[in-house]
Every structure is written in structure tokens, then in C-alpha cells.
């Protein structure tokens, strides 16, 4: 196994080195379900765990269109816009449910889903934006951490320290991801709760 040191210096190259999705890479015709498979995998494989696991697959785009997730192929073909969409799942997908993602992305598609493709593409190069300028911040807390779990259990035998450090290194990592989640599900929650009370359904009641 790697030294901890060693794994956190790959970790901060992994971080260094994230790409994404550049908007004027994404074709301006329409993709049908093949051409769609193909280019998310181009464009995303740095996120897969194993070599073999897929970016997304058939079932999966299928499946977020039947769950209002992403609005239906016109004549069984994709967009700029639904490729979009389908980057913002990719990321929400490994942390929040399909509900969920659903809740925050519904007010998104109705919208900037525009035949003109131009308003989606704005709204996710201000996210992108965004997020980059948080990276450099990202990399310094990594760091900041890996070096608070160094001082810890320093009174503990050598052939258990190493281990130990590392556990705590993945805890302060754990604990604030499961904060950050904890804050999310409790927004979505909130937007649910708005747009329940703002349906026509609702408003009939009253």
C-alpha cells in the first residue's frame, strides 16, 4: 500500500488535473442515445472509480426521462440542453436522490430549457465558474487536514499509527461531506415544500 503521504499527493494531482464538460465541445445538432453514451464518457471518465464502470449508460439516461429528471429526446434525439442537464445529474447523482435531484433541477428545465440552447449554456458556465475558483481553496483545506491527522494519535505503536491517521484524515473528510449533505437535503426540502404550495393542485385545495 501507498504511504499516506503519498496518497494525498496523488489525490491533490487527481484534484489539479479535474476537467469537465466545456460547452463549445458539445455538438450544436441534436445526438441521438449512442452519440450522447459516447461523448459523456469521453468528457467525464476522470470521475469513474474503475476503469470498467460506465459515465452513464442507456438505462440510466432512460430512466431520469421517465422520472421527469430530464425532458424527453424530440424524435429520439438529445440536445445541447439535455446534455447539460445530464452533466448537473452525473455530479448530484453519487450524493442525492432521484427525487431529490428531480426537486432541484425541475424549476432549472422549465425555465432555460430553451430551443435556442442559449440560456442553459449560460446558467452552467456560471456554475463552472464558480466551482473552479472554489478548487484552489478545495486543494489548500485537503491539505490542511491531511496535515491535523499527521499530529493525531502520536502516542500510538508505529505499526497502527499510519492506519489510524488515515481513519482520521477520512473522518474530517466524512464529517463535512456529511454536513454539506445534511444542508442540501434540508434546502431541497424547502424548495419541495414551495413548489407543492405553489401548485395548481394546492391552490385548488385552498
Known amino acids: 500500500m501507498k504511504t ?13 488535473g479535474l ?7 458539445i455538438p450544436d445538432i441534436d445526438l441521438y442515445m449512442d452519440q450522447v453514451t459516447t461523448f459523456m464518457e469521453q468528457h467525464l471518465s476522470f470521475g469513474k ?8 449508460t442507456k438505462t440510466m439516461i432512460n430512466n431520469y426521462a421517465k422520472n421527469d429528471l430530464l425532458p424527453p429526446p424530440v424524435k429520439k434525439k438529445y440536445s445541447k440542453d439535455h446534455l447539460i442537464l445530464l ?28 430551443e435556442d440552447h442559449d440560456q442553459l449554456d449560460k446558467v452552467y458556465n456560471e456554475i463552472v465558474k464558480i466551482e473552479k475558483l472554489q478548487l484552489v481553496d478545495l486543494m489548500k483545506e485537503v491539505q490542511s487536514r491531511f496535515e491535523l491527522s499527521k499530529r493525531s494519535f502520536s502516542s500510538y505503536p508505529e505499526e497502527d499509527k499510519d492506519y489510524l491517521q488515515l481513519f482520521s484524515f477520512i473522518c474530517t ?22 413548489k407543492k404550495k405553489d401548485s395548481p393542485a394546492d391552490k385548488k385545495e385552498k
Not at 499516506?4 to 489539479?16: A, G, M, V
Not at 473528510?173 to 414551495?194: G, H, N, T
Open 4 to 16: 499516506n503521504e503519498k496518497l494525498i499527493d496523488d489525490l491533490l494531482t487527481k484534484l489539479r
Open 19 to 25: 476537467s469537465y464538460i466545456h460547452t463549445k465541445d
Open 49 to 56: 472509480r474503475h476503469d470498467d464502470d460506465k459515465v452513464l
Open 87 to 114: 452533466a448537473f445529474i452525473y455530479y448530484f447523482k453519487g450524493f442525492l436522490s432521484i427525487g431529490d435531484i428531480q426537486v432541484l433541477l425541475s424549476s432549472l428545465s422549465e425555465k432555460y430549457f430553451t
Open 173 to 194: 473528510l466524512s464529517f463535512d461531506v456529511y454536513l454539506k449533505k445534511q444542508m442540501i437535503e434540508q434546502i431541497i426540502d424547502e424548495m419541495r415544500a414551495a
